[in-house]
């Protein structure tokens, strides 16, 4: 566990459980061979291959994560989100910014006011939603449901089970 009132946090690989926390700093780590818990009240967050879950946050900055082999929560209010491979299920938010998600293995859900929604592939339910952007969803295998305000939805669906998608501007 490592906390800062100030500063930045940056760390290499490490091993185990990883809980990093700073008041107005930006977390930049290594590889987590564990789950992680990271959070930031004003700064970027950058980080390798997670192993665990993966839950991120930070109020004023960008969200880059290499990949997580479980479950991602992933929240910033004034920034955009890129995501690699997702092994389980993701959810991600952002008050100001894009959301890019490569694959997702689990369910989906993507929030954004003011940017663009991009996903790769998913293999479970989606739930895209912006006010102000475009989505674009390519191999979707389950069902989606998106809604934009004020862009377009472009999606390329596979479909299997018994999930209706649902697509509105």
């Not at 009240?41 to 997580?68: E, K, Y």
């Not at 004034?78 to 910014?97: E, K, L, M, Q, Y």
């Amino acid at each position: 566990e490592v906390q800062t009132s100030g500063g930045n946090i940056s760390t290499g690989s490490i091993e185990g459980k990883a809980e990093l926390q700073t008041s107005g700093g930006d977390i930049v780590t290594g590889d987590i061979r564990g789950d992680l818990s990271l959070n930031t009240s004003g700064g970027n967050i950058h980080v390798g291959v997670v192993t665990g879950i993966a839950d991120v946050s930070t109020l004023g900055g960008d969200i880059i994560i290499d990949r997580v082999d479980k479950s991602l929560a992933a929240a910033t209010s004034g920034g955009n989100v890129r995501i690699g491979d997702v092994g389980d299920d993701a959810s991600i938010t952002t008050s100001g910014g894009d959301i890019v998600l490569d694959h997702v293995r689990g369910n989906a859900s993507m929030s954004t006011a003011g940017g663009n929604i991009i996903l790769t592939s998913a293999r479970g339910v989606v739930r895209a939603s912006t006010a102000g952007g475009d989505i674009r969803a390519d191999s979707i295998m389950g069902w989606i449901v998106a809604k934009t305000a004020a862009g377009n939805i472009d999606v390329m669906l596979i479909p299997s089970g018994a999930g209706k998608s649902k697509l509105s501007t």
